[in-house]
């Protein structure tokens, strides 16, 4: 997996659009952990976070992930309709 321990800023977009596999939950417990309380990580999602856990291979590690993602974050919850196709619209 590449380093991620310099970057300032982790962007994840469209986090949980599928499962992750066993290795892919212990890679991203791996990156929350280099992570934790010395850089950003900004992480995007359609799913509420109550959803998350079941993105993850394995309760125990959703756990651990979990618990980091949340014990040193705020989270921004947005509501409101898709705002794409208005988007579009106004460039043109």
């Given at each position: 997996?590449?380093?991620t321990k310099?970057?300032?800023l982790l962007i994840l977009d469209d986090?949980?659009?599928a499962k992750m596999t066993?290795?892919?939950t212990r890679d991203f417990l791996e990156l929350i952990v280099d992570r934790n309380t010395i850089k950003s990580c900004i992480i995007i999602s359609q799913l509420p976070i109550s959803?998350?856990?079941d993105i993850f291979f394995h309760p125990t590690l959703a756990e651990a992930i979990m618990d980091r993602i949340q014990s040193n974050s705020y989270?921004?919850?947005l509501k409101g309709p898709s705002k794409r196709g208005t988007l579009q619209n106004d460039i043109e």
């Open positions: 997996m590449l380093s310099n970057v300032d986090f949980g659009l066993a290795a892919d959803n998350w856990y989270k921004i919850e």
